[in-house]
């Protein structure tokens, strides 16, 4: 009787050890489980994140466009500008430094451009809109889009126009505006090299670029 009853312990307590065995093995896995499923959704949230990100990069990237648009002559320019006519030097026109070249004629909505050279200086011309928020004083517009602070300003009257200037040199303007009814002129000039910071248009080359522009 003793011997059935040590018997029937010992497999009750084989049973029980097999029972808390086979639960461990369950709480186990199931924890192996939620752990893999939160690193899953965890690595999903973030890839979906990053890819919103580049999405709103890219939008932003190619949501800028160029406003301006190639003219082949300026004509071509002040038609697609809206600005009437565009009159500029002759090409081969002579002054101080050298003959009048062209490179190029481009155009924006309300404002038309020639780009060029003289010798070794480089020249932008342009005609715009006549805008308030572009006076500089005297009822005169800045549409050169050139911010540039300079260590001389002056006011000249030139082929009848009443002309503001600018440069690094007193006299030798750098950059000239004015305005002529609905549209405003600026000419900006350039040297190279050496000259960069203080080559400007003497009075006669002014005259003449301003006499022949409209």
Known sequence: MKKILVITAALAMTFA?????????????????????????????ASASASSESASASSATTGLANPWHDAATADAA???????????????????????????????EGLAEGDGDFGAAQF????????????????????????????FAWDADVSGKQVKCYGNVEGNAMKAT???????????????????????LSANDLATLVGAIA
């Open 178 to 200: 004015w305005t002529d009814g609905d549209y405003s002129y600026s000419i900006m000039a350039r040297g190279q090299g050496d000259d960069e910071e203080t080559f400007g």
């Open 78 to 108: 002040a038609e697609g500008a809206g600005v009437g006519s565009f009159q500029v030097p002759a090409e081969g026109t002579t002054l101080e430094c050298g003959q009048v070249f062209w490179h190029n004629f481009q155009y924006m």
């Open 124 to 151: 932008v011309i342009r005609k715009g809109l006549k805008s308030v928020e572009q006076e500089v004083g005297d009822g005169i517009a800045d549409v050169s889009g050139d911010y540039t602070v300079y260590k």
């Open 17 to 45: 050890l097999a029972a808390c065995s086979g639960g461990a093995s369950s709480q186990s896995s199931a924890s192996a489980s939620s752990d893999a499923s939160t690193s899953s959704a965890a690595t999903s949230s």
